[in-house]
């Protein structure tokens, strides 16, 4: 469960490695910083609740929401949106919300504050 995010000031790069690229079905996801409209730390629960359907990737309940999956309405965007996770049983994480696809980014990480404070600063 190794997630590695690099911030440049132009991108938000987030690197799986190990099993995680198993799980999710995918190495690497790019983010232009201008794409970024707001990152915050939430409950697990609150993130996973906003997920419809899982369209590659893995989901067990409680113990692991990786890959792409729709958004539902309730999360406020746009009808077709995409959202990306790399979840597992941390009680908070990274939400990141964005104009591109995925509209919605859901990371576990070893510092999440430390990240969100260099994604809005």
């Known amino acids: 469960m190794a997630v590695r995010i690099e911030v440049t000031s132009q991108t938000l790069i987030v690197s799986l490695t190990g099993l ?13 910083r201008s794409d970024i409209v707001s990152v915050r730390m ?3 629960k609150e993130v996973v609740s906003l997920l419809r359907l899982r ?24 009808r077709g949106s995409r ?7 941390a ?3 990274l939400q990141i919300t964005t104009k591109s696809r995925p509209a919605l ?3 576990e990480t070893a510092n999440p504050e430390a990240v969100a404070a260099a994604l809005q600063g």
Not at 55 to 78: D, N, Q
């Open 42 to 44: 939430v409950p697990r």
């Open 20 to 32: 995680d690229v198993v799980w999710a079905l995918k190495r690497r996801l790019v983010i232009n």
């Open 105 to 107: 980014i859901g990371l």
């Open 83 to 89: 959202a990306f996770m790399s979840i597992y049983r």
């Open 55 to 78: 369209l590659y990737g893995s989901f067990v309940p409680g113990l692991i929401c990786a890959g792409t999956f729709s958004v539902g309405r309730k999360a406020g965007l746009p």
């Open 91 to 93: 009680k908070h994480v």
